[in-house]
């Protein structure tokens, strides 16, 4: 653990500075500042920006064209792509899908909501700690909202723990998440030597998830967003989508079945419970101007061109779709011209980096560039007003992050398009699919389990990776399309060029720069301070961009900063990991935030409060942890302690408020003339116990029946027969066996 503790690291550094000029550092900072401004302000995809920074540095001979491209060849990379494959197969064949059961679609019995937090939570957690916590969330978003529905629960209180147990599951393993191993990748650079254990960084990640878990149980179901479900589930159909319909003109149709001159009240959709007609938008031709209608009454007379706006369900929206008068089309034209015949509902999420960001449809020619039609749109964060002047036609509105849009499309559309290498959709969700059923699910299981395990062993992760990779594919569990769509092109471009951006950081000095002032900034408080301001910055580098990009800037700077004060590396190292993990404070700082910031309602705010002040306990845990590494164990322990008393408390809470309610029901039942003790046999044995009560008898005690007496307890260590035993109480004969009750 104290490697490269040894080396006389302070004058190679001091020689780098010097040996480079000046103007050197000056362009670097100059180039790594524009990326990361270009990706804030989402100028470009990140893996373009990072590209050209790349060749910038490349071509100002800061690096080395070996060095430029030393990235796409690092362990680190190669382990993230082929387990996006073994990530892929996993999701294909629905092996994870036993996990949707630890909820159900119904409950049977009112739970604390701690209670079901957790339920979820730790799995979730367990889950991501070994593959891509994508699939993981995506897969189980509608089974929670579904749970929440059926239980009158607002999905606003689940689905933000959802998201950050994920992420949590990602700082406990090394292939937990794609930052642990680029870091992984980049200290390999650094020393060829260097080895780092599955489950190492666990002894930082396991005490901070717990603790986070126990945060987000004690304090969730107070501090998370309690509103309205206006945006939830598409397969529960409660979310609301606004859907634009036009009058179709007359002259396209030769059978003469049309609406012009129809009354609004003789669309049959403005009579679909659910479906709201908000309003009417009519173009003048004479001015190229537009009059509104807000909520039209049942009398207004339809014109062709006219653009109708109807508010409701994605339930409702599947209705629509399956059949509308001929003479009205979605905006975008009908959706029967669709290649193919089996047209199916998708509902995709726009992404951080999407190109579609700031773009309307017509702007990106969405139909001819997808193959599918856009019906409706949903923006989170905020209920659409109905009002007239409240709701743009889709062609002229303008596309953000999180947009939820509903899209009529070939059943390969989520073939096509979900696992495409671009960053257009951050998921997509096929509205009316079953789970996945494949007989390759048990092999899929215990092919990724014996991954696991030989990574435990010892054995090398990208050779365990590979080799199970490889028996997928040969066990037929993917096939050779789903290996190429599962390597994200982005992703793997991403990590590939932070080496190169890392490498010019080193070359130039700037680094060591960078590192030099940090040391000075914290020297009052030691090297705890200094660890403080790095995971800090990373922090706040993560949630601005990408949390790779993050840990590329940060690398170098954490590797000068460590040897400056002549102090091990490795701690820096587990630093990283934690802070570009860990975003919490943002939607947009970690693709999981943002797949469940359109089904849960939720706005800006509310990542930044609750999510602020998780951000502080987990960074408070983190640096305590890191202070006192070797009790890792007992932190574990503490936190998994407090957890349990937590959860003890709640249960037995909610077994005393059952209780309550079960007795409750029981006297409303007695007091029913209805009742019948055989069709309510819960009923009659509480009703039998306080019988029991009353007459002062216990559980498991014999009794006889003496006249004169009653019921007399017998006593098991008396030798005496029932006639004896009557006989000391009573002279009358002795009572038949047949009437003695036992």
């Known amino acids: 653990h104290n490697w490269m503790s040894e080396c006389n690291y302070q004058t190679d550094t001091a020689s780098s500075v010097q040996d480079g000029p000046v103007w050197q550092i000056v362009f670097t900072l100059t180039c790594v500042v524009a990326m990361l401004v270009g990706m804030a ?12 920074a790349v060749v910038l540095l490349h071509i100002a001979d800061i690096i080395s064209l070996v060095e430029a491209v030393q990235g796409f060849s690092n362990i680190g990379m190669l382990t993230v792509a082929v387990l996006l494959i073994v990530a892929e ?16 679609s119904k409950s049977s019995g009112k739970q604390p909501l701690p209670v079901v937090l957790l339920r979820f939570m730790v799995p979730v957690t367990l889950l991501s700690a070994f593959m891509n916590n994508t699939p993981v969330v995506a897969m189980m978003i509608p089974v929670i909202v579904g749970f929440s529905n059926s239980n009158s629960l607002k999905p606003s209180k689940l689905l933000i723990p959802l998201s950050f147990a994920s992420i949590f599951g990602g700082t406990c393993t090394l292939m937990g ?16 030597g260097f080895e780092m254990t599955l ?56 059978d003469g079945n049309h609406l012009v001159g129809a009354r609004v009240g003789d669309i049959d959709l403005c009579n679909v419970p659910g479906v709201s007609l908000v309003k009417i938008q009519r173009h003048v031709s004479s001015h190229h101007a537009a009059s509104t209608v807000p909520r039209p009454g049942n009398d207004f007379v339809l014109c062709a061109g006219d653009q109708l706006f109807f508010v409701g369900s994605v339930h409702k929206m599947l209705t629509i779709t399956q059949g509308i008068h001929p003479g009205l089309e979605f905006v975008f034209g009908p959706a029967n011209t669709l290649d193919g015949t089996n047209c199916t509902l998708f509902e995709v999420t726009i992404g951080k980096q999407s190109h579609l960001a700031g773009k309307t449809l017509r702007e990106v020619s969405f139909r001819q560039t997808y193959n599918a039609s856009v019906l409706g749109v949903h923006r989170p964060g905020s209920r ?15 596309m953000r992050r999180g947009d939820n849009l509903l899209l009529l499309a070939n059943a390969d559309f989520k073939d096509n398009f979900a696992n495409k290498n671009v960053t257009d959709f951050a998921s997509v969700t096929e509205l009316s699919s079953q789970p996945p059923k494949s007989r390759k699910a048990k092999m899929a299981t215990v092919l990724c389990v014996a991954m696991i395990c030989a990574g435990v062993a010892g054995v090398h992760l990208l050779t365990a990776a590979f080799v199970t990779a490889a028996l997928l594919i040969i066990v037929k569990c993917l096939e050779t399309n789903d290996v190429y769509g599962a390597l994200n092109l982005p992703v793997l471009v991403v990590i590939a060029a932070a080496f190169g951006i890392s490498q010019a950081m080193v070359n130039s000095g700037a ?8 040391v000075a900034a914290s020297e009052p408080a030691g090297l705890v301070g200094l660890q403080i301001v790095i995971y800090m910055v990373t922090v706040i580098f993560s949630a601005a961009v990408t949390n790779n990009a993050a840990v590329t800037i940060m690398f170098p700077i954490a590797y000068d900063a460590a040897h400056s004060v002549n102090a091990d590396f490795r701690p820096f190292m587990y630093l990283l990991m934690m802070g570009a993990s860990a975003s919490f404070m943002t939607p947009t700082g970690y693709q999981t935030n943002l797949m469940v910031y359109g089904p849960g309602g939720y706005r800006f705010s509310d990542f930044l409060k609750f999510g602020g002040v998780l951000q502080l306990c987990v960074g408070t845990v983190t640096i305590v942890v890191m202070q006192t590494l070797q009790y890792w164990w007992l932190w574990t322990l503490l936190f998994l302690g407090l957890l ?33 003790p055989q069709t309510n046999p819960a009923s009659s044995m509480s009703n039998f116990q306080r019988e029991l009560r009353d007459l002062n008898m216990r559980a498991g005690q014999r009794y006889t029946f003496v006249p004169d007496l009653g019921l007399v307890p017998i006593d098991d260590d008396d030798e005496l027969d029932h006639s004896t035993e009557q006989s000391r109480y009573s002279r009358t004969p002795p009572v038949p066996e047949s009437e003695s009750l036992i």
């Open 41 to 52: 302000v989402e100028y470009a995809p990140a893996d373009m920006l990072m590209m050209a």
């Open 89 to 104: 197969a996993v999701k294909k064949t629905g092996a994870i899908n036993p996990i949707k059961n630890l909820l159900g």
């Open 177 to 192: 998440t794609s930052t642990n191993l680029v870091v992984y990748g980049l200290a390999k650079e650094k020393d060829p």
């Open 199 to 254: 489950f190492e960084i666990g002894t930082v990640g396991l005490p901070v998830a717990l603790a986070g878990l126990l945060f987000i149980v004690l304090f969730g179901p107070r501090y998370l967003p309690n509103r309205e479900s206006f945006f939830v589930d598409a397969v529960q159909g409660i979310t609301e989508y606004v859907v634009t319909l036009v009058v179709r003109d007359p002259a396209d149709m030769p």
């Open 384 to 398: 659409r007003k109905t009002a007239g002047g409240d709701l743009q036609p889709l062609g002229t509105l303008e």
């Open 511 to 518: 680094a060591s720069l960078i590192a030099k002032g940090l």
């Open 644 to 676: 349990a008393c937590t959860m003890l408390v709640f249960v037995r809470r909610c077994i005393r408020a059952r209780a309550e309610a079960d007795e409750s029901a029981i006297d409303t039942n007695m007091m029913s003339p209805d009742w019948d």
